[in-house]
């Protein structure tokens, strides 16, 4: 099935020590988007691609980096993890902007 | 530690019961509507979407009410069971962009 596939589910790492999540869809999907949620907490947009134009939000803390090497990855990257950077992070994909999303299941990451 | 989370409004009904969530949203140009299930640990799930020149959309046991006088966005579930146990999240497509924005959840509670 298409589908979008975040590892790891879980994700522990040490307080300023840099940090990887992935994202890989099957769906072919233009647009990929990267969300934190905290808890009890709507999920906020950190950036999206379209295709492999970046667009970041402008609350997005310089701290949180993405990366798009092609169409079916895309990667969130943490520099320096704070305790505050403990979440849930969400990958969407769609095919165009706004509509018809498609969430992974999200990794959680603990800082420590 | 984790930043604390905000309390979800919780919402209670006995199992067989018609429940009712509502939401508020904030971009009187939105044009497009979602509502979400999130189960713990999980990605957000689509349930219904609505547009802008809708006003009421029917899915199984569920719809979806639109009032743009209001900023008012409901949505119904007939005959609660179980396992509609999970937060529940409105998100709308705004006129910058075109991202899905989310708003507050509420936590539904289906009481067998």
């Known amino acids: 099935d298409a589908m979008v596939i975040q590892n790891p589910r879980y994700q522990v790492t040490q307080f300023g020590k840099p940090v990887t999540l992935s994202c890989s869809q099957t769906?072919?999907?233009?647009?990929m988007y990267w969300y934190q949620q905290k808890s009890s907490q709507a999920p906020k947009l950190l950036f999206h691609y379209y295709d492999k134009d970046f667009n970041n939000e402008a609350d997005t803390p310089d701290n949180f980096q993405s990366r798009r090497p092609n169409t079916s990855f895309c990667f969130l990257d943490i520099r320096s993890p704070g305790l505050g950077d403990a979440a849930m992070y969400l990958c969407?994909?769609?095919?165009?902007?706004?509509?018809?999303?498609?969430f992974g299941s999200g990794t959680r990451l603990t800082v420590v | 530690g984790e930043n604390v989370g905000l309390h979800l409004p919780t919402l209670s009904v006995q199992e067989g019961d018609n429940s009712i969530i509502n939401c508020a949203y904030s971009n009187s140009a939105s044009d497009y509507f979602i509502w979400y299930k999130q189960e713990s640990g999980k990605g957000p799930q689509f349930i219904i979407d609505i547009r802008s020149n809708m006003d009421k959309r029917q899915g199984q046991r569920v719809t979806v009410l639109l009032n743009k006088t209001v900023k008012h966005l409901s949505l119904q579930i007939a005959a609660t069971q179980p396992g509609d146990s999970a937060v529940y999240f409105c998100a709308e497509r705004g006129n910058q962009g075109g991202k899905l924005i989310f708003g507050q959840g509420t936590e539904l509670s289906v009481k067998p």
């Open positions: 969407a994909t769609s095919r165009i902007t706004g509509y018809g999303y498609t």
């Open positions: 769906l072919n999907h233009n647009v």
